[in-house]
């Protein structure tokens, strides 16, 4: 048996890269690949497969990466994945498929599969679309609402299947959340996410931007004009924290940092629309979201820039990669604090007022309560607050469709088998069903959804 260790990928140095928005981690090359493709024992039971929500035959896709069959192995991911060039990037393997690999607590790590699905997902790009050729229609046509990866799955397998697919898109790009949320620096959006997209098109997908349904046509009107509709529209809605100074200048939502940065590119010198980011800057939340707000912060305005969280590093549910990519280049993890208020000066932050915290007992959950210490506040001097507290679904589909169910926390109400809403013919999938979630589990849900549709429809 091979008990090599886990082989690493390469990277941008991190002097290097708080200079740019160039992508940090490079992948694997030639050698590499095979190196690690040769480390999976291809096991009988293939629990790493269990870990995938798409069900990609892992193994399978390694074996045809050992014989150096790259065009085998994009056929084996095809199957599953029309996405596997972003999957590859930013899905969290580690929880995932990584998670359930045999070789995780020995024999020198999980095989890297994320970096290996990459690697076929980027041979793939490079290859172009080609290989893709729309199917015969079948007289039927579903219309997507938002473009992120539950919309951009579900599309791929309706049009598959011979659907005419239309898909709405609030925004000038499409994209969703792979576009306007995730940094340049993880996922790029023209090497990587409008190829992708180009596969959809390939298949004969049409994509309506800068079209808010609810607004410029309604639900109504789609249910006139297609078959079936999907409602992918993500949760786009920022949580703050409900403490005194949240309205002074220099307090944003992540959400707003990284959409003016990555969609409207905002970090360029030549910005029609430049961003500000201060010298010295507090990040509020400890999840990927606020990595990302964090590193882009640091790039920008080049100052300090510091991670506020009230528990320890071991509960931060970020990826582990992107915290030590966020310590790695600077940024200072300020753990067991929370924020009570924020601080300002002639209507501008001056600074933010904080508590230490020691964790009780656990809660429902079973995660440790953080617990505020008497008598420990504290300041820390900064000029800009951005919060990163997690989302919530966007409004504008409850107002705009009211008939159908939603919960208390707004999200859509579906049925778990077939992903329909309480409205027939209607389905939903992603974080506008489950809340803010992963990009590999939106596109599991969107999968679904277009089983049921085209099993339906069909």
């Known amino acids: 048996m091979n008990n090599a260790p886990r082989n690493k990928t390469l990277h941008q140095s991190a002097q290097e890269r708080i200079h740019n928005f160039k992508e940090v981690n490079l992948g694997f090359d030639d050698a590499l690949m095979l190196?690690?493709?040769s480390r999976c024992i291809n096991c009988k039971n293939a629990p790493c497969r269990t870990g995938c929500p798409v069900g990609i035959n892992i193994p399978a896709f390694i074996k045809c990466l050992t014989q150096n069959d790259k065009d085998g192995a994009l056929?084996?991911?095809?199957?599953?994945?029309?996405?596997?060039a972003i999957c590859g990037r930013v899905c969290p393997q580690e929880n995932q498929c990584e998670g359930?690999?045999?070789?995780?607590?020995?024999?020198?790590?999980?095989?890297?599969?994320?970096?290996?699905?990459?690697?076929?997902?980027?041979y793939g790009l490079k290859k172009?679309?080609?290989?893709?050729?729309?199917?015969?229609?079948?007289?039927?046509?579903?219309?997507?609402?938002?473009?992120?990866?539950?919309?951009?799955?579900?599309?791929?397998?309706?049009?598959?299947?011979?659907?005419?697919?239309?898909?709405?898109?609030?925004f000038h790009k499409a994209g969703g959340v792979l576009v306007?949320?995730?940094?340049?620096?993880?996922?790029?959006?023209?090497?990587?996410?409008?190829?992708?997209?180009?596969?959809?098109?390939?298949?004969?997908?049409?994509?309506?931007?800068?079209?808010?349904?609810?607004?410029?046509?309604?639900?109504?009107?789609?249910?006139?004009?297609?078959?079936?509709?999907?409602?992918?529209?993500?949760?786009?809605?920022p949580m703050f924290m409900n403490i005194p100074g949240e309205n002074l200048n220099g307090v944003s939502s992540a959400n707003e940092l990284l959409t003016r940065a990555n969609l409207m590119q905002a970090y360029k010198e030549d910005a029609v629309t430049p961003i500000y980011c201060g010298k010295s800057i507090a990040v509020i939340g400890a999840g990927n979201v606020a990595m990302d707000a964090a590193r882009t912060a640091k790039r920008i305005g080049g100052g300090e820039?510091?991670?506020?969280?009230?528990?320890?590093?071991?509960?931060?549910?970020?990826?582990?990669?992107?915290?030590?990519?966020?310590?790695?280049?600077g940024i200072k993890l300020v753990l067991f604090t929370n924020p009570v208020e924020i601080l300002g000066k002639d209507g501008k932050v001056c600074?933010?007022?904080?508590?230490?915290?020691?964790?009780?007992?656990?809660?429902?959950?079973?995660?440790?309560?953080?617990?505020?210490?008497?008598?420990?506040?504290?300041?820390i001097d900064v000029d800009q607050v951005i919060v990163a507290l997690g989302?919530?679904?966007?409004?504008?589909?409850?107002?705009?469709?009211?008939?159908?169910?939603?919960?208390?926390?707004?999200?859509?109400?579906?049925?778990?088998?077939?992903?329909?809403?309480?409205?027939?013919?209607?389905?939903?999938?992603?974080?506008?069903?489950?809340?803010?979630?992963?990009?590999?589990?939106?596109?599991?849900?969107?999968?679904?959804?277009a089983k049921a549709i085209i099993e339906k429809l069909k």
């Open 35 to 37: 190196e690690e493709a």
């Open 75 to 84: 056929e084996v991911i095809s199957q599953s994945s029309l996405l596997p």
């Open 100 to 122: 359930k690999c045999i070789r995780k607590t020995k024999l020198g790590g999980s095989v890297a599969i994320g970096a290996l699905e990459r690697y076929v997902g980027d």
């Open 128 to 170: 172009g679309t080609s290989a893709l050729k729309a199917p015969a229609p079948n007289g039927k046509s579903v219309a997507v609402i938002g473009s992120g990866p539950a919309g951009l799955a579900c599309a791929a397998d309706c049009a598959q299947a011979g659907f005419k697919v239309t898909v709405f898109e609030a």
């Open 180 to 237: 306007y949320g995730i940094p340049e620096f993880r996922l790029p959006k023209d090497d990587v996410v409008a190829k992708e997209i180009d596969k959809l098109k390939a298949l004969g997908v049409e994509f309506k931007l800068n079209t808010v349904v609810g607004k410029a046509v309604t639900f109504e009107e789609l249910k006139e004009q297609y078959d079936a509709i999907f409602i992918g529209t993500g949760a786009g809605l």
């Open 305 to 329: 820039v510091y991670i506020i969280y009230r528990r320890g590093r071991e509960e931060m549910p970020a990826r582990a990669e992107e915290i030590d990519h966020a310590e790695e280049e």
């Open 351 to 379: 600074g933010i007022k904080c508590v230490k915290m020691q964790l009780g007992e656990p809660d429902a959950s079973g995660r440790r309560r953080p617990e505020p210490i008497e008598g420990s506040e504290f300041v």
């Open 391 to 449: 989302t919530s679904p966007n409004p504008l589909v409850r107002k705009s469709c009211e008939s159908m169910e939603f919960s208390k926390k707004g999200t859509i109400v579906v049925d778990e088998e077939t992903m329909q809403t309480s409205i027939e013919n209607i389905y939903s999938g992603g974080d506008a069903v489950t809340g803010a979630a992963t990009v590999i589990l939106a596109m599991g849900a969107g999968r679904k959804a």
